[in-house]
C-alpha cells in the first residue's frame, strides 16, 4: 500500500512574469524505499533534489505498519520551474514514484491554472517625469509616532520630484484612519487599502507592482525610521554618476525608539561587501539593507515577481542578488538614515561577529546537555553514556536539518536567481551555496578575506555532508537509528520537541531512573510560569494544544471562533500552545490564511507558547482563561489561581475520558469537570449529556453553541453535472491515526466493504473517496479502493463536497460532530451512526438527508446501500440541504450568554474573597 503526503503544494493559479521556482515538498513510502521521485507538470517533469529526508514525526504515526522503516526516511523536495504563458492554460499536476522493487505510482495532485502576467501599475499624473522616484512604504500597525516622524521626514527632502506609495497590510481600522489623517491631501502618497493581510514579503511585492511606468528610480522604505533630507538626493546622484549601476545603498545609525544612539553605523560588528565578484558571499548572507537602497525601475521586470516565500527570505536579499547580476552596486558610506530598533521589527539589526565554528555548535542545547551529563557524578556510567550518545544525535539531527530548514531560504534565492538568467561566471558564484565544492570556495574566501557570514557557510557544508552520509550509511542502518532515538524524539510533527525535551529534563534531575513517561504527563497538565505583571494588559487568554497546518479541523475553528466572540467585544486576545515549544512563522501563516472569516482576527491575536515551567508567561491580575481540552482545563485552573478570580471558562467540544482507554489520561479528563469552571457546550446535545450524565448539574450548566456549517449554494446546473458523471461519489470520513480512533475508521471500512458484499457499490457506478487523513491510496477485502485525498483548507473544502452524492462519517462519541450536517447541507445524502441520547431522530430534526444507525457492521452497511439508491433523487436532496442548523457565528453564540460568562467569572472574586474571609 502506498502511503504519502504533500506538506506544500503548487499554487493553484499563477501569472508569472518571469519564470519562478516552486518546491513541491511532502512524504512518500511504500513496502518499497523510493528510487526517483518526479513532479510532472502538463509536459514538463521535474525530479526530486532530496528524496530520503528524515521524517521521525511520520515513523511515529505509522509505525504499527511499517516494519521496515523506510517512512524513516521518507521527506522529499522537488524544485518545479513554472514558465510565463502568452495564454491562459490548466495543466495536470501528477507525483510519479518509482520504488526499488520496480513498481511504479502515479498520484493526481490537481490542476494548476497558468495566465499571462498583466502590470498592475498606478495609472498616475505627474507634472515632471525626468528623474521620479517611486518610494514603496509597507505598513502594518505601525506606531503612529514614528509614522508619522518618517512621513514628515519624506517631505523634507532635498530631492522634490518623488511619489511614495503606502501599501497597507490590514492593519486595524482605527489606525488606517489616523494615518490617512496624516497623509492629509499631500497627493504625493498614495495610500493603498489592501483587503488582505499577505505578510512584509508579499506585501512589498505588491507594493512594487504598483510602481508606475512613468518611474525612473524606486526607493525603500519602512514604517518607522527616519531619513535625513538628502538621502534621496544622494542616492540619485550616485546612480546618475554610474551608469552601469544599478542600485545604490548607504549607512545607517541605528538608533533606539527614543532616539538615543545603539551604533553610529550599520557595520560596528559587521563586514560591508557588496562587488559583483562577492556575488556568491551575498546570495548567502545579504548586506544591502531594502530601507537604505535605492534602484533603477527597469529592475523591475527582472526582480518581480519575488520568489516564493521559503523559510526567511527576504525581499531586499533578492534584490540586492538581481542588481547584482544586471549591472552592480555602489555603496555611500555615510549614513542617510536612523533605523529604528524595535521589537516590531521585522527584522533588525544583527551583528555577525566572527565566533568560531567548534564554537557555536559547542552553544547548541544537545551540546550544552552533553557538557552537563560529563560533569555529572551521580549518574552510573553506563546510563550517562547512553544519554550522551543520545544527545549528540540529537546534534547530528540540528546539523542535518539545517539545510533542509534554516537554510531554505538561501537555496530558493540561488535556485530562482539562476532561472533569471546571468553570465556564466555569475551563475557560477550563485550556485556555490548548492554544492560541498562551492561552499568550501566560499568558506576560504571568507577566511582570507575575514568577512562575517556568520558560519552559515561552514553549517551549509557540514550539513550537505551529514546528509551524503546519512543517504550511504545511516539510511541502511535506520533500525538501529530507530532503537536509538525512540522515547527520545517526538511522536508527530507538532510536538518534534515534546520527547526531547523530557530527556533534558532528566538529564538535570539527579535522580537516577525518573520514567520520561511520568515527567511527560506532569509537563502535560501543571507546572508553568504563570507570573503576574503589572505591566501586562488584560487579555482573554485562550489556551490550546498546538498550532499544526496538518492537524487543523473544526474544533480549532470553533476554538478561534469563541475567541473572536471575546476579540470582537473590546478584548485583547492571546493564544498559548500548551504542547509547542516553539512554531513557525510559516506554520502559523498557513493557519491564518485557512479561514478567510478569522485571518483579520488572527493576524491581530498575540500566539505564545506555553509549553513548560521553563517559559515565563505575563500575565494580569485580572486576565480570563479560555480551556479547550481536559489539560488545558487544569492548566487554566493553575493560571486562574494567581489572579483575583478563581474560576475559568471550559469549551467542552466533547466528553473527552472516553477518547482513552482506562488509564491516567482518563482518570485527569475526568477530573478535570471537577475544576471551578463555567462551561460553554460545542452543541446543544453535548450540553444535554452532560447534565443528564450528572458530570454538572442544571442549574450550572452554563451555555452552548451550535458550531456554524458552511451555507452551500445548490443550483439545478450542478445536479445535471452530478447527474452526467460516470461514477457516483461515496465522501467517507476517513482518519486512521490513532488518535482518531473515535471516528471509527476501521468500522467505516468494513461496513462500505459489506456494502459490496451485499451487491451495492459496484466498481463500474462508485468511487469511494477519503477525506481527513493523510494521502493514500487503499484496496479493501472486496476490492473496493479507497482513494485518500488528504486535508483540505475551507475554501477547497467547501468546493469540495458537493461534488459527491454519498457521505460515511462516524463519531464514537455523545457529539454529533458538524460533518455529517455539513454533508447534508452540500446535498449529500448522509449515514452516520448513533450514541446515548444522539439519537436518529436528534438527526432527523437536523435534516432528512441524515440516516443515524447504531454502530455496527451490518446497521451501517444496510444504511449506506438504502442512501445510495436515493443518490439520483436530486429534488430530496435538495430539500434536505436545507438543515436545521446555524450558519453563521452571529446566531450560534448570543452576546448575552458571552456577557454571562464573563460575570461569572468575574462574579467568582467575589466568592474568592467571602471564602477566604470565613
Given at each position: 500500500?502506498?502511503?504519502?503526503?504533500?506538506d506544500?503544494?503548487?499554487?493553484?493559479?499563477?501569472?508569472?512574469?518571469?519564470?519562478?521556482?516552486?518546491?513541491?515538498?511532502?512524504?512518500?513510502?511504500?513496502?518499497?524505499?523510493?528510487?526517483?521521485?518526479?513532479?510532472?507538470?502538463?509536459?514538463?517533469?521535474?525530479?526530486?533534489?532530496?528524496?530520503?529526508?528524515?521524517?521521525?514525526?511520520?515513523?511515529?504515526?505509522y509505525?504499527h505498519?511499517?516494519?521496515?522503516?523506510?517512512?524513516?526516511?521518507s521527506?522529499?523536495?522537488?524544485?518545479?520551474?513554472?514558465?510565463?504563458?502568452s495564454?491562459?492554460?490548466e495543466?495536470?499536476?501528477?507525483?510519479?514514484?518509482t520504488?526499488?522493487n520496480?513498481?511504479?505510482c502515479?498520484?493526481?495532485?490537481?490542476?494548476?491554472?497558468?495566465?499571462p502576467?498583466?502590470?498592475?501599475?498606478?495609472?498616475?499624473?505627474?507634472?515632471?517625469?525626468?528623474?521620479?522616484?517611486?518610494?514603496?512604504?509597507?505598513?502594518?500597525?505601525?506606531?503612529?509616532?514614528?509614522?508619522?516622524?518618517q512621513?514628515?521626514?519624506?517631505?523634507?527632502?532635498e530631492?522634490?520630484?518623488?511619489?511614495?506609495?503606502?501599501?497597507?497590510?490590514?492593519s486595524?481600522?482605527?489606525?488606517?484612519?489616523?494615518?490617512?489623517?496624516?497623509?492629509?491631501s499631500?497627493k504625493?502618497?498614495?495610500f493603498?487599502?489592501?483587503?488582505?493581510?499577505?505578510?512584509?514579503y508579499?506585501?512589498?511585492?505588491?507594493?512594487?507592482?504598483?510602481?508606475?511606468?512613468?518611474?525612473?528610480?524606486?526607493?525603500?522604505?519602512?514604517?518607522?525610521?527616519?531619513?535625513?533630507?538628502?538621502?534621496?538626493?544622494?542616492s540619485?546622484?550616485?546612480?546618475l554618476?554610474?551608469?552601469?549601476s544599478?542600485?545604490v545603498?548607504?549607512?545607517m545609525?541605528?538608533v533606539?525608539?527614543?532616539?538615543?544612539?545603539i551604533?553610529?553605523?550599520?557595520?560596528?560588528?559587521?563586514?560591508?561587501?557588496y562587488?559583483?565578484?562577492?556575488?556568491?558571499?551575498?546570495?548567502?548572507?545579504?548586506?544591502?539593507t531594502?530601507?537604505?537602497?535605492?534602484?533603477?525601475?527597469?529592475?523591475?521586470?527582472?526582480?518581480l515577481?519575488?520568489?516564493?516565500?521559503?523559510?526567511?527570505?527576504?525581499?531586499?536579499?533578492?534584490?540586492?542578488?538581481?542588481?547584482?547580476?544586471?549591472?552592480?552596486?555602489?555603496?555611500?558610506?555615510?549614513?542617510?538614515?536612523?533605523?529604528?530598533?524595535?521589537?516590531?521589527?521585522?527584522i533588525?539589526?544583527?551583528n555577525?561577529?566572527?565566533?568560531?565554528?567548534?564554537?557555536?555548535?559547542?552553544?547548541?542545547?544537545?551540546?550544552?546537555e552533553?557538557r552537563?551529563?560529563?560533569?555529572?557524578k551521580?549518574?552510573?556510567?553506563?546510563?550517562?553514556?547512553?544519554?550522551?550518545?543520545?544527545?549528540?544525535?540529537?546534534?547530528?539531527?540540528?546539523?542535518?536539518?539545517?539545510?533542509?530548514?534554516?537554510?531554505?531560504?538561501?537555496?530558493?534565492?540561488?535556485?530562482?536567481?539562476?532561472?533569471?538568467?546571468a553570465?556564466?561566471?555569475?551563475?557560477?558564484?550563485?550556485?556555490?551555496?548548492?554544492?560541498?565544492?562551492?561552499?568550501?570556495k566560499?568558506?576560504?574566501?571568507?577566511?582570507?578575506?575575514?568577512?562575517?557570514?556568520n558560519?552559515?557557510?561552514?553549517?551549509?557544508?557540514v550539513s550537505?555532508?551529514?546528509?551524503?552520509?546519512?543517504?550511504?550509511?545511516?539510511?541502511?542502518?535506520?533500525?538501529?537509528?530507530?532503537?536509538?532515538?525512540?522515547?527520545t524524539?517526538?511522536?508527530?510533527?507538532?510536538?518534534?520537541?515534546?520527547?526531547?525535551?523530557?530527556?533534558?529534563?532528566?538529564?538535570?534531575?539527579?535522580t537516577?531512573?525518573?520514567?520520561?513517561?511520568?515527567?511527560?504527563?506532569?509537563r502535560?497538565?501543571?507546572?508553568?510560569?504563570?507570573?503576574?505583571?503589572t505591566e501586562?494588559?488584560?487579555r482573554?487568554?485562550?489556551?490550546?494544544?498546538?498550532?499544526?497546518?496538518?492537524?487543523?479541523?473544526?474544533?480549532?475553528?470553533?476554538?478561534?471562533?469563541?475567541?473572536?466572540?471575546?476579540?470582537?467585544?473590546?478584548?485583547?486576545?492571546r493564544?498559548l500552545?500548551?504542547d509547542?515549544?516553539?512554531f513557525?512563522?510559516?506554520?502559523?501563516?498557513?493557519?491564518?490564511?485557512?479561514?478567510?472569516?478569522?485571518?483579520?482576527?488572527?493576524?491581530?491575536?498575540?500566539?505564545?507558547?506555553?509549553?513548560?515551567?521553563?517559559?515565563?508567561?505575563?500575565?494580569?491580575e485580572?486576565?480570563?482563561?479560555?480551556?479547550t481540552?481536559?489539560?488545558?482545563?487544569?492548566?487554566?485552573?493553575?493560571?486562574?489561581?494567581?489572579t483575583?478570580?478563581?474560576?475559568?471558562?471550559?469549551?467542552?467540544?466533547?466528553?473527552?475520558p472516553?477518547?482513552?482507554?482506562?488509564g491516567?489520561?482518563?482518570?485527569?479528563a475526568?477530573?478535570?469537570?471537577?475544576?471551578?469552571?463555567?462551561?460553554?457546550?460545542s452543541t446543544?446535545?453535548?450540553?444535554?449529556y452532560?447534565?443528564?450524565?450528572?458530570?454538572?448539574?442544571s442549574?450550572?450548566?452554563g451555555?452552548?453553541?451550535?458550531?456554524?456549517?458552511?451555507?452551500?449554494?445548490?443550483s439545478?446546473?450542478?445536479?445535471?453535472?452530478?447527474?452526467?458523471?460516470?461514477?457516483?461519489?461515496?465522501?467517507?470520513y476517513?482518519r486512521?491515526?490513532?488518535?482518531?480512533?473515535?471516528?471509527?475508521?476501521?468500522?467505516?471500512?468494513?461496513?462500505?466493504d459489506?456494502?459490496?458484499?451485499?451487491?451495492?457499490?459496484?466498481?463500474?457506478?462508485?468511487?469511494?473517496?477519503?477525506?481527513?487523513?493523510?494521502?493514500?491510496?487503499?484496496?479493501?477485502?472486496?476490492?473496493?479502493?479507497?482513494?485518500?485525498?488528504?486535508?483540505?483548507?475551507?475554501?477547497?473544502?467547501?468546493?469540495?463536497?458537493?461534488?459527491?452524492?454519498?457521505?460515511?462519517?462516524?463519531?464514537?462519541s455523545?457529539?454529533?460532530?458538524?460533518?455529517?450536517?455539513?454533508?447534508a447541507?452540500?446535498?449529500?445524502?448522509?449515514?452516520?451512526?448513533?450514541?446515548?441520547?444522539?439519537?436518529?431522530?436528534?438527526?432527523?430534526?437536523?435534516?432528512?438527508?441524515?440516516?443515524?444507525?447504531p454502530?455496527?457492521?451490518?446497521?451501517?452497511a444496510?444504511?449506506?446501500?438504502?442512501?445510495?439508491?436515493?443518490?439520483?433523487?436530486?429534488?430530496?436532496?435538495?430539500?434536505?440541504?436545507?438543515?436545521?442548523?446555524?450558519?453563521?457565528?452571529?446566531g450560534?453564540?448570543?452576546d448575552?450568554?458571552?456577557y454571562?460568562?464573563?460575570?461569572?467569572?468575574?462574579?467568582?472574586?467575589?466568592?474568592?474573597?467571602?471564602?477566604?474571609?470565613?
Amino acid at each position: 500500500m502506498l502511503y504519502y503526503n504533500i506538506d506544500k503544494m503548487l499554487p493553484k493559479k499563477a501569472s508569472p512574469g518571469n519564470p519562478m521556482v516552486y518546491a513541491v515538498k511532502g512524504w512518500v513510502f511504500s513496502d518499497s524505499r523510493a528510487a526517483r521521485i518526479q513532479v510532472v507538470v502538463g509536459d514538463s517533469v521535474f525530479d526530486a533534489t532530496d528524496k530520503t529526508i528524515y521524517r521521525p514525526d511520520v515513523l511515529a504515526d505509522y509505525l504499527h505498519i511499517d516494519r521496515k522503516l523506510n517512512s524513516l526516511f521518507s521527506g522529499f523536495r522537488v524544485p518545479v520551474v513554472i514558465e510565463p504563458v502568452s495564454t491562459i492554460e490548466e495543466r495536470e499536476v501528477y507525483l510519479e514514484v518509482t520504488f526499488r522493487n520496480g513498481t511504479t505510482c502515479r498520484i493526481e495532485l490537481g490542476t494548476m491554472t497558468l495566465s499571462p502576467y498583466t502590470p498592475r501599475e498606478l495609472d498616475i499624473q505627474t507634472s515632471d517625469d525626468t528623474g521620479l522616484v517611486t518610494i514603496c512604504m509597507t505598513t502594518y500597525n505601525p506606531d503612529l509616532e514614528q509614522f508619522r516622524r518618517q512621513v514628515e521626514s519624506i517631505r523634507s527632502q532635498e530631492y522634490r520630484n518623488w511619489i511614495c506609495i503606502v501599501s497597507d497590510d490590514c492593519s486595524k481600522i482605527s489606525c488606517r484612519k489616523q494615518m490617512l489623517e496624516m497623509l492629509g491631501s499631500d497627493k504625493r502618497f498614495i495610500f493603498i487599502d489592501n483587503e488582505d493581510n499577505v505578510g512584509f514579503y508579499h506585501n512589498f511585492e505588491r507594493c512594487l507592482e504598483q510602481v508606475p511606468k512613468e518611474a525612473q528610480f524606486i526607493a525603500l522604505a519602512d514604517q518607522d525610521d527616519y531619513w535625513y533630507p538628502n538621502k534621496l538626493s544622494l542616492s540619485v546622484k550616485t546612480l546618475l554618476k554610474h551608469e552601469r549601476s544599478k542600485l545604490v545603498y548607504c549607512d545607517m545609525r541605528i538608533v533606539k525608539r527614543d532616539g538615543g544612539l545603539i551604533y553610529d553605523s550599520y557595520w560596528v560588528k559587521r563586514k560591508n561587501y557588496y562587488r559583483t565578484e562577492d556575488l556568491d558571499l551575498l546570495a548567502i548572507a545579504n548586506t544591502v539593507t531594502g530601507a537604505a537602497s535605492v534602484f533603477r525601475a527597469d529592475l523591475l521586470w527582472d526582480i518581480l515577481p519575488l520568489p516564493p516565500r521559503n523559510g526567511d527570505i527576504y525581499h531586499d536579499q533578492w534584490i540586492a542578488i538581481i542588481a547584482n547580476m544586471r549591472g552592480g552596486i555602489e555603496y555611500i558610506d555615510e549614513p542617510l538614515y536612523d533605523y529604528v530598533q524595535s521589537d516590531n521589527n521585522v527584522i533588525g539589526h544583527i551583528n555577525f561577529g566572527s565566533k568560531p565554528f567548534i564554537e557555536a555548535i559547542m552553544e547548541l542545547g544537545p551540546m550544552q546537555e552533553v557538557r552537563k551529563l560529563v560533569k555529572d557524578k551521580n549518574r552510573p556510567l553506563k546510563v550517562k553514556s547512553k544519554l550522551i550518545l543520545r544527545e549528540l544525535f540529537a546534534n547530528t539531527v540540528s546539523l542535518y536539518n539545517f539545510n533542509h530548514l534554516n537554510a531554505e531560504h538561501i537555496v530558493t534565492l540561488a535556485e530562482n536567481a539562476e532561472q533569471r538568467g546571468a553570465a556564466p561566471e555569475l551563475l557560477e558564484l550563485i550556485r556555490r551555496s548548492r554544492s560541498v565544492r562551492g561552499l568550501w570556495k566560499v568558506h576560504r574566501k571568507v577566511r582570507r578575506g575575514k568577512e562575517t557570514l556568520n558560519n552559515l557557510e561552514l553549517w551549509m557544508l557540514v550539513s550537505l555532508l551529514v546528509n551524503r552520509l546519512t543517504d550511504a550509511l545511516v539510511i541502511p542502518m535506520r533500525r538501529w537509528v530507530r532503537r536509538l532515538t525512540q522515547n527520545t524524539y517526538a511522536t508527530s510533527a507538532a510536538s518534534r520537541g515534546a520527547a526531547y525535551r523530557m530527556s533534558l529534563t532528566a538529564a538535570e534531575n539527579p535522580t537516577y531512573g525518573v520514567d520520561h513517561y511520568v515527567l511527560e504527563y506532569k509537563r502535560k497538565f501543571k507546572g508553568r510560569q504563570f507570573v503576574v505583571s503589572t505591566e501586562a494588559p488584560r487579555r482573554v487568554n485562550l489556551l490550546i494544544s498546538q498550532i499544526d497546518p496538518q492537524n487543523f479541523f473544526g474544533g480549532y475553528i470553533g476554538m478561534f471562533n469563541i475567541a473572536k466572540k471575546f476579540y470582537e467585544s473590546g478584548y485583547s486576545i492571546r493564544i498559548l500552545m500548551t504542547d509547542q515549544s516553539e512554531f513557525t512563522k510559516e506554520n502559523l501563516d498557513r493557519i491564518k490564511n485557512h479561514d478567510g472569516r478569522l485571518k483579520a482576527f488572527l493576524t491581530d491575536a498575540e500566539f505564545q507558547t506555553c509549553y513548560s515551567f521553563e517559559q515565563e508567561v505575563k500575565i494580569s491580575e485580572s486576565d480570563l482563561f479560555i480551556a479547550t481540552s481536559w489539560w488545558t482545563a487544569h492548566l487554566a485552573s493553575e493560571a486562574t489561581k494567581e489572579t483575583i478570580y478563581s474560576k475559568f471558562i471550559y469549551l467542552a467540544q466533547d466528553y473527552e475520558p472516553i477518547f482513552y482507554e482506562n488509564g491516567t489520561y482518563k482518570v485527569l479528563a475526568e477530573n478535570s469537570y471537577r475544576l471551578d469552571y463555567y462551561p460553554i457546550f460545542s452543541t446543544d446535545i453535548l450540553q444535554q449529556y452532560f447534565v443528564q450524565s450528572g458530570i454538572v448539574s442544571s442549574l450550572n450548566a452554563g451555555s452552548y453553541f451550535n458550531n456554524p456549517i458552511l451555507r452551500f449554494e445548490l443550483s439545478e446546473q450542478q445536479w445535471v453535472r452530478l447527474s452526467k458523471r460516470r461514477k457516483k461519489k461515496l465522501l467517507f470520513y476517513a482518519r486512521p491515526q490513532p488518535h482518531n480512533s473515535r471516528n471509527l475508521y476501521a468500522l467505516g471500512c468494513l461496513a462500505i466493504d459489506r456494502v459490496r458484499e451485499l451487491g451495492g457499490f459496484s466498481e463500474e457506478e462508485w468511487e469511494v473517496i477519503g477525506i481527513g487523513g493523510d494521502k493514500s491510496t487503499q484496496v479493501l477485502p472486496s476490492g473496493i479502493r479507497i482513494k485518500h485525498i488528504g486535508k483540505f483548507n475551507m475554501d477547497d473544502y467547501e468546493e469540495l463536497l458537493p461534488q459527491h452524492d454519498l457521505g460515511l462519517a462516524l463519531m464514537d462519541s455523545p457529539h454529533p460532530s458538524l460533518l455529517p450536517i455539513e454533508m447534508a447541507s452540500a446535498g449529500l445524502l448522509v449515514v452516520t451512526n448513533t450514541y446515548g441520547i444522539k439519537t436518529a431522530e436528534y438527526f432527523r430534526q437536523i435534516s432528512s438527508n441524515i440516516s443515524a444507525v447504531p454502530s455496527d457492521i451490518e446497521s451501517l452497511a444496510h444504511a449506506l446501500l438504502k442512501q445510495s439508491a436515493g443518490a439520483e433523487h436530486y429534488e430530496q436532496r435538495l430539500a434536505g440541504s436545507d438543515v436545521n442548523w446555524p450558519h453563521e457565528w452571529s446566531g450560534a453564540l448570543p452576546d448575552n450568554e458571552l456577557y454571562k460568562a464573563i460575570r461569572e467569572v468575574e462574579d467568582s472574586m467575589q466568592h474568592a474573597a467571602a471564602t477566604a474571609e470565613e
